[in-house]
């Protein structure tokens, strides 16, 4: 049974990281979002070529990607030949492949169980991609933040005590949802749950095994499902996900008397959550209407020349322009109220709810979001931050569950999933729709131009919007 597992786990994750990270085979979305960066380059010069004229041409090979180390394509080259760029994913599938195999033998024999060894094999399998990802030279905190909401749904699974493990499967499945939304990958999403259930297995809980099988059964079956582009946590599909998970819990709260300061706390962390969300949607993208979500309400014709939401968005505009906060960061600002407010709930939850202050899935998440904001400052990812409001509504949802299993348990979370596979979709076909027939021909001339002059080993150097388009869309390779 152990070999059964191994094997079919690593060609799984093997099989799910070529698909989801060759450069061959990036789904459609990547194309729109590079034709996007060009098209934009090309409006801020008001059509000309001001900015794509300075482009300068350097004989710097075949360019690697900023999250890959560079010394990972030299050694691809003496084992796969001398076109590491088409190779190098498949390299790195087979390493991990291999380094997760003596994984799963060692950690089997120190446990004494497939699940454990199963558990650690997958870990081993993403962790190199994940440490590059966040570490590599460019300061890219984007896992971090992927980390963080895992944490969050994972304490929601800890404390979905029911020994049915098809609803085990899918609060596994959901977790995968709510991942989908920021950069999901059969590695990113793969490691922060698994991660937490290795806790949870060596914690020594009886249900583990069965717990943790049920997890990887829902995160495999969430390869099927389609892919959300990153930059949704900060569009409008951001804003009603993090207004549906907060609202549930705080309403249930609220329906109860006793439950009043419970309430009053989700209450404040959904507030804090959609206001601090739609600050950093402001900063990302300067947007003159004020956020995502006055977009849509102007949609339905709501909101037009209302002075209180005229002030709600000049104040939501102020809190997220330089120059409000103390902090050099204005989004430092933003998620300093949140973690107050997390502080808070957490001493509440810990001390009103007889949960264990020794349990490892909440001193992993408070430890981990005083790091990740600390260090996701210094990198300015305004992405990153917007997925810690997603993560702390995401996280009120443990008193809920906790207080209210039965049979509404297993309901909401089929909504949960119904009402997230709605929201991807629902963005997939507006990604899709996005750049059909928008295709300019200066854009194709400009493609077109770049393709014949630049010559085999050189590239070019750019910026990083311009270059990401460039490489994806144009097929060039670029220096960022």
């Known amino acids: 049974m152990r070999w059964g597992i191994a094997f079919a786990l690593l060609i799984i994750l093997g099989a799910g990281f070529f698909l989801r990270a060759s450069p061959g085979l990036q789904s459609e979305g990547l194309t729109q979002d590079a034709a996007y960066h060009l098209r934009r380059a090309l409006a801020w010069d008001q059509g000309s070529y001001g900015e794509i004229d300075a482009l300068r041409f350097h004989p710097q090979g075949h360019l690697a990607w900023d999250t890959d180390p560079p010394g990972l394509y030299a050694v691809s080259s003496i084992f796969l030949g001398s076109d590491p760029e088409g190779n190098i994913r498949v390299f790195?599938?087979?390493?991990?492949?291999?380094?997760?195999?003596v994984g799963f033998l060692v950690a089997s024999r120190l446990w004494g169980s497939p699940y454990a060894g199963?558990?650690?094999?997958?870990f081993l399998a993403v962790a190199p991609?994940?440490?590059?990802?966040?570490f590599a030279p460019g300061f890219r905190?984007?896992?971090l933040g992927t980390l963080l909401i895992g944490a969050h749904l994972f304490t929601l699974l800890s404390f979905l005590n029911t020994s049915k493990t098809?609803?085990?499967?899918?609060?596994?499945?959901?977790?995968?949802?709510?991942?989908?939304?920021w950069r999901a990958t059969v590695g990113f999403a793969g490691l922060e749950i698994l991660v937490l259930a290795g806790i949870w297995v060596v914690s020594g809980d009886k249900k583990a095994p069965k717990t943790a099988l049920a997890i990887l059964l829902g995160l495999m079956l969430g390869l099927l499902l389609p892919y959300m582009r990153a930059q949704g946590v900060l569009w409008s599909q951001g804003f009603f996900l993090t207004l549906l998970l907060g609202v549930v819990p705080f309403?249930?709260?609220?329906?109860?008397?006793?439950?009043?300061?419970?309430a009053v706390t989700l209450g404040l962390v959904l507030v804090v959550s959609l206001v601090g969300r739609q600050a950093i949607s402001q900063t990302a993208f300067d947007r003159e209407e004020g956020s995502a979500f006055r977009v849509w309400l102007s949609r339905f014709g709501w909101g037009e020349?209302?002075?209180?939401?005229e002030n709600l968005y000049s104040f939501v505009r102020e809190l997220g322009s330089p120059g409000v906060s103390v902090f050099w960061n204005p989004n430092v600002f933003s998620c300093g109220l949140l973690l107050v407010v997390i502080g808070v709930a957490l001493w509440f939850l810990r001390n009103r709810n007889n949960v264990d202050s020794k349990q490892p899935s909440w001193v992993f998440v408070f430890v981990l979001t005083l790091v990740w904001v600390a260090l996701t400052a210094l990198a300015d990812r305004n992405k990153v931050f917007a997925s810690l409001f997603l993560a702390a509504v995401a996280g009120s949802w443990v008193p809920f569950c906790q207080s209210y299993r039965g049979r509404l348990v297993?309901?909401?979370l089929a909504v949960m999933i119904t009402g997230s596979l709605g929201l991807m979709g629902w963005s997939s076909y507006q990604g899709s729709k996005e750049f059909v027939g928008q295709f300019d021909p200066a854009l194709e001339q400009l493609c077109a131009f770049l393709q014949e002059e630049v010559r085999d080993g050189e590239g070019v150097a750019s910026d990083w919007g311009t270059g990401y388009a460039l490489q994806t869309y144009a097929q060039v390779p670029t220096l960022t």
């Open 92 to 101: 790195q599938a087979a390493v991990g492949a291999l380094i997760s195999l």
């Open 141 to 143: 905190y984007d896992g």
């Open 410 to 412: 297993p309901a909401l």
């Open 305 to 309: 020349g209302d002075p209180f939401l």
């Open 118 to 122: 199963l558990l650690a094999a997958a």
């Open 166 to 181: 098809i609803w085990l499967f899918l609060t596994s499945l959901l977790v995968f949802l709510s991942l989908t939304v």
């Open 129 to 134: 991609g994940h440490v590059v990802r966040t």
């Open 251 to 262: 309403f249930y709260s609220l329906s109860n008397p006793k439950r009043l300061f419970r």
